[in-house]
């Protein structure tokens, strides 16, 4: 009994193990690590990193093959986790490849930094500017196109749907409604992701379509307010 739950103890590590992403660091140059509650910031691709920030290395995150936690927050998380490591308190995304038919998961890049307080503090306040003279958020919805692109699929807010998803699409819709909620959408399996609503603020929504057993699944992010604003631009030109 004992030998047959450490086997199939040892058997859910190593599927666990095989679901995980790929990680690769490249650190030359370490501090103390940061604790893991500390946040880290990411500089999105075509962003610049402030001159004064000091580079410690490189981290890619890729899939191992079997990989299903590869969704764009889950890869940066696992590139944040290795930034701590090092002592780094921003990450600055240097190559990005969403999901396609060869692989259902987001890969990316990236450049491990460390930054000053005052530059870090001027990068944080640029990604959540508030607007005081509005009662309502915005989301910002789109798909600019990829996998699945036949597949349509409703987005609901709480228990409300909000839209309809459909390929090459953007839409701006005003929230009146505050305080944390989830949005979902469902095809062949539902997808979940938190937002917490809060008036004046911009929120950016890229969908998609992963590939699944059958038709896909759909696919949820929460981006940050300038690759979100850069990629929603890019989603009404192709959706005209």
């Given at each position: 009994?004992?030998?047959?739950?450490?086997?199939?103890?040892?058997?859910?590590?190593?599927?666990?193990?095989?679901?995980?992403?790929?990680?690769?660091?490249?650190?030359?140059?370490?501090?103390?690590?940061?604790?893991?509650?500390?946040?880290?910031?990411?500089?999105?691709?075509?962003?610049?990193?402030?001159?004064?920030?000091?580079?410690?290395?490189?981290?890619?995150?890729?899939?191992?093959?079997?990989?299903?936690?590869?969704?764009?927050a889950q890869v940066l998380e696992k590139a944040k986790e290795e930034a701590r490591k090092a002592g780094g308190n921003a990450i600055r995304i240097?190559a990005h490849k969403t999901p396609d038919f060869m692989s259902s998961c987001h890969r990316i890049s990236a450049e491990v930094l460390r930054i000053?307080?005052a530059a870090l503090a001027a990068l944080k306040a640029d990604n959540e500017e508030v607007d005081p003279g509005i009662d309502y958020a915005v989301?910002?919805?789109?798909?600019?196109?990829?996998?699945?692109?036949?597949?349509?699929?409703?987005?609901?807010?709480?228990?409300?749907?909000?839209?309809?998803?459909?390929?090459?699409?953007?839409?701006?819709?005003?929230?009146?409604?505050?305080?944390?909620?989830?949005?979902?959408?469902?095809?062949?399996?539902?997808?979940?992701?938190?937002?917490?609503?809060?008036?004046?603020?911009?929120?950016?929504?890229?969908?998609?379509?992963?590939?699944?057993?059958?038709?896909?699944?759909?696919?949820?992010?929460?981006?940050?307010?300038?690759?979100?604003?850069?990629?929603?631009?890019?989603?009404?030109?192709?959706?005209?």
């Open positions: 009994m004992q030998k047959s739950l450490l086997l199939s103890g040892y058997l859910l590590l190593l599927f666990a193990a095989a679901c995980a992403p790929k990680v690769r660091t490249n650190v030359t140059q370490k501090y103390e690590p940061l604790d893991y509650k500390e946040a880290v910031l990411v500089i999105e691709l075509q962003d610049k990193a402030p001159e004064s920030a000091e580079s410690l290395g490189t981290v890619k995150i890729g899939d191992a093959g079997m990989s299903v936690q590869c969704s764009y240097t000053d307080a989301l910002y919805v789109y798909r600019t196109g990829g996998a699945g692109m036949i597949i349509n699929y409703n987005l609901s807010l709480g228990d409300s749907v909000i839209c309809r998803v459909t390929n090459r699409f953007s839409q701006a819709i005003k929230i009146y409604k505050q305080g944390p909620t989830e949005l979902s959408a469902k095809t062949e399996a539902k997808s979940v992701i938190p937002i917490d609503i809060q008036k004046g603020r911009s929120y950016y929504v890229r969908c998609s379509v992963i590939p699944g057993i059958t038709i896909g699944r759909p696919g949820l992010e929460l981006m940050s307010k300038k690759a979100g604003s850069r990629e929603y631009e890019l989603a009404k030109t192709k959706s005209k």
